[in-house]
């Protein structure tokens, strides 16, 4: 799942889930390691891609409880640094969303940006296990096969499935 911020004058469409929160901490907290597994768990699937029910996913997580009240000082700022270096990537190599987290996940993809991008998402990661008291964790950052994409196209930077089982369990 990818989550941005846009003015609230659009109108959407009906299969876009749409979150109202100007919260870099929410944002930050979407954009975890630890959302994007609960969000495959709970999720339902179009072929082989997530959709993102807002009753299956945003509705069930365990939020922490600063998070939705926007006071998680370091996570909102971890947010914040999250998204404006994810736009300025954008902007600089005109590039969307999609090409943009398939370079994030591209292991031979080794610029400067991207591994910035990379170092924020592992500190995203960080501070919200410590914000559930889950330090015990070791969330093995790098490059992983995932179970829930089609062999071939599940390398992706994240966490390692031995981590992903243990928050499962502990969410």
Not at 17 to 39: E, K, M, N
Not at 97 to 115: A, C, G, P, R
């Amino acid at each position: 799942p990818c989550f941005t911020f846009v003015p609230n004058q659009y109108v959407f469409s009906h299969s876009l889930c749409v979150i109202t929160s100007g919260s870099y901490s929410t944002f930050a907290c979407l954009t975890s390691d630890l959302h994007t597994v609960w969000a495959w768990e709970n999720g339902s699937r179009m072929k082989q891609d997530l959709r993102y029910i807002h009753g299956d996913i945003f509705e069930t997580f365990p939020f922490p409880s600063e998070v939705l009240s926007d006071g998680s000082e370091k996570l909102r700022g971890l947010g914040e640094k999250f998204f404006v270096l994810r736009s300025q990537y954008m902007q600089i190599h005109e590039k969307g969303m999609t090409k943009t987290y398939n370079d994030l996940h591209d292991s031979d993809v080794q610029n400067n940006e991207i591994k910035e991008l990379r170092s924020m998402q592992i500190g995203i990661n960080n501070t919200l296990l410590s914000s559930y008291g889950f330090e015990d964790i070791d969330l093995e950052h790098g490059f992983h096969a995932v179970g829930y994409l089609p062999e071939g196209k599940n390398l992706r930077f994240t966490i390692s499935e031995v981590a992903r089982g243990e928050l499962l369990y502990r969410l």
